[in-house]
């Protein structure tokens, strides 16, 4: 459990949006498997067309399912995800390589949604290794990930200080910091815990809120003891707005591991 390192009183408030889907599916590869080709240029602007178009059916020609990959939960996700952000759009770009040689992919997702007088804003951003069979994605692992949501007049800018990747065991921090100076405003705030099935669902979990006295939210945290991923759901109330955020941690079993 999160043992806080600044605390507050504190109350409940539903996460106004829930962990949001960019193209992760259930589960994921490892990144030391013996894995297919990796994908060329041209399928990684197929995927990014077909994640882009309104049917469904250009991204299932392009799905195999495999390791990290199951098509019919990510059509699912992405139909959950439009619902929410009706004009979300992704980007694809080839990323930097792992330590051996292989190619990694970069995921940009952002959309907006009008609810009422609030508009929310979403940014997300993935770091993921793909291959294929050489003509369909069959496997995937998520390397990096996280997601901000926010509400309000303007974005507020926040910095989600939060390792991506970990050991076994380990405990680390969970730091998210509003970047402009609070000037006496009242904020609060609050983390959790999203559990597989939540994340799966895309489900919006309630967070225990307590006042900052600080720029922004600084936990520490304990990895678990087995090998997997984390992942995080962080809640900001400011007067200016509300910012919520999702972050992955991977939690690996040696050191060479942490920098794939």
């Keep these: 459990m999160p043992s806080p390192r600044r605390s507050g009183s504190s109350h409940s408030r539903s996460l106004a949006l829930a962990a949001l889907a960019l193209v992760a599916v259930a589960g994921s590869g490892s990144p030391g498997a013996a894995l297919a080709a990796p994908p060329t240029a041209t399928q990684l602007q197929a995927l990014e067309d ?16 495999g390791p990290g990959i199951d098509p019919a939960r990510l059509q699912s996700r992405r ?54 069979d050489g003509s369909r994605f069959n496997t995937q692992t998520v390397l990096r990930e996280s997601t901000i949501v926010r509400s309000g007049d303007e974005a507020l800018p926040v910095s989600l200080l939060i390792p991506d990747t970990v050991l076994t065991g380990q405990r680390y921090d969970v730091d998210v910091i509003f970047d402009d100076p609070l000037d006496g405003a009242y904020v609060a705030g609050g983390l959790t815990a999203l559990s597989q099935t939540q994340v799966a669902a895309m489900e919006s979990p309630t967070i225990e809120l307590g006042a900052l006295g600080a720029g922004g939210l600084f936990k520490t945290v304990q990895a678990p003891y087995k090998p997997g991923t984390q992942m995080w759901a962080v809640l900001l109330v400011h007067p200016r707005g509300v910012v919520s955020a999702t972050k992955q941690v991977r939690v690996v079993a040696d050191k060479a591991s942490l920098a794939p």
């Design 50 to 65: 077909a994640l882009n178009a309104r049917e469904d059916a250009p991204l299932a020609a392009l799905l195999q399912q």
């Design 79 to 132: 139909q959950l995800l439009r619902q929410q952000f009706p004009n979300v759009r992704w980007s694809l770009r080839p990323g930097q390589p792992l330590r051996d040689g292989r190619p990694s992919v970069s995921v940009r997702v952002i959309g907006t949604r009008q609810q009422g007088p609030s508009l929310f804003r979403l940014e997300g951003d993935q770091r993921l290794l793909l291959d294929t």
